[in-house]
């Protein structure tokens, strides 16, 4: 059986419970194999963040929690799990998400915060 990609919509519900009958269908998707896809982990954290106000501490936990089970199939896991340990450390998700994707290449941006901070921890970036 393949697992069956969800929607962000499908992760929010089982985070915050905040509409129960769909929490409840939620839980039953997940009895199954899930696959949930890089966009919908990025997706996600921005709005368990900006329309729920979950601490990246949180949005760490549940995606902790997700890891955890033997149904849920990451996309791209290894760059995943790489984009979660950044996050921890402190990056933005989407920052750690892009330095993860772009492995060990050096990623070009404009932005001194994520410079500073990738620069901290030994990641590759280039400043323009």
């Known amino acids: 059986m393949h697992p069956v990609p969800v929607d962000t919509n499908i992760l929010a519900r ?3 419970g905040d509409v129960k009958t769909e929490h409840a269908a939620a ?60 996050h921890e450390l402190g990056f933005d998700y989407a920052d750690a998400l892009h330095l993860a994707a772009a492995k060990g290449q050096p990623l070009a941006t404009f932005d001194k915060a994520l410079l500073r901070r990738a620069r901290k921890h030994g990641i590759a970036v280039r400043a323009l």
């Open 27 to 86: 839980r039953k998707l997940f009895a199954g194999p899930v696959l949930i896809l890089a966009t919908v982990l990025l997706e996600l954290e921005w709005v368990l963040r900006s329309v729920y106000g979950y601490s990246p501490a949180q949005f760490l936990a549940f995606t902790q929690w997700l890891s955890a089970s033997a149904n849920v199939h990451f996309e791209h896991s290894e760059t995943m799990h790489e984009a979660l340990r950044l």
């Open 14 to 16: 089982l985070a915050t």
